[in-house]
T-cell receptor, first 114, second 115 residues
Framework: AQSVTQPDIHITVSEGASLELRCNYSYGATPYLFWYVQSPGQGLQLLLKYFSGDTLVQGIKGFEAEFKRSQSSFNLRKPSVHWSDAAEYFCAVGARNQGGKLIFGQGTELSVKP | EAQVTQNPRYLITVTGKKLTVTCSQNMNHEYMSWYRQDPGLGLRQIYYSMNVEVTDKGDVPEGYKVSRKEKRNFPLILESPSPNQTSLYFC??????????????FGPGTRLLVL
């Protein structure tokens, strides 16, 4: 069965420090992969997505993610975190031929220290 | 502005009192979907619709109904709400679903409390 695991429930980083949020997936074929961000009281905003091609994907707000098939991972990175990045981040895999369903991880809450 | 809207944003109700959460998109998207978000579980799909008059169950459809009479609207109906349906609900839409999975756009969410 398809699944997504985000091992870190909560991460705290200092402003200006680098960030890496982990995401591991289980899927039988090449997946469609997404990272969404949810700011407090807001809906989900797409940060970036991977469908095929270059395994390093650039997104909005300075985020990037790298697809590593051998590790079944799609980790999200940012070189320098800003206080406004504090939010909850969700990794998701798109299930092909299953009605467009997105399978989400449990989410990682990011706190940013001044 | 392209957007997905949901109403109401917050709702407190009592067990057994029928309610409807509306969802509307102005992007002429064919595909619409409902998710619920619970702590530690992420988002789980309730129902989805590939197009008008076409709906199907997601992973957690029990206790919910949907309809798709118009392309832009996809209401979520709770005929007899129970406390375990207390959750944060999101509507989403995309140009199309299926094999060619495309970016889904999410509404702002509806926070439901069932007493």
């Amino acid at each position: 069965a398809q699944s997504v695991t985000q091992p870190d429930i909560h991460i705290t980083v200092s402003e200006g420090a680098s960030l890496e949020l982990r995401c591991n997936y289980s899927y039988g074929a090449t997946p469609y992969l997404f990272w969404y961000v949810q700011s407090p009281g807001q809906g989900l905003q797409l940060l970036l997505k991977y469908f095929s091609g270059d395994t390093l994907v650039q997104g909005i707000k300075g985020f990037e993610a790298e697809f590593k098939r051998s590790q079944s991972s799609f980790n999200l990175r940012k070189p320098s975190v800003h206080w406004s990045d504090a939010a909850e981040y969700f990794c998701a895999v798109g299930a092909r031929n299953q009605g467009g369903k997105l399978i989400f991880g449990q989410g990682t809450e990011l706190s940013v220290k001044p | 502005e392209a957007q997905v809207t949901q109403n109401p944003r917050y709702l407190i109700t009592v067990t057994g009192k029928k309610l409807t959460v509306t969802c509307s998109q102005n992007m002429n998207h064919e595909y619409m979907s409902w998710y619920r978000q619970d702590p530690g579980l992420g988002l789980r799909q309730i129902y989805y619709s590939m197009n008008v008059e076409v709906t199907d169950k997601g992973d957690v459809p029990e206790g919910y109904k949907v309809s798709r009479k118009e392309k832009r609207n996809f209401p979520l109906i709770l005929e007899s709400p129970s406390p375990n349906q207390t959750s944060l609900y999101f509507c989403a839409s995309s140009q199309s679903g299926g094999a060619k999975l495309e970016t889904q756009y999410f509404g702002p969410g509806t926070r439901l409390l069932v007493l």
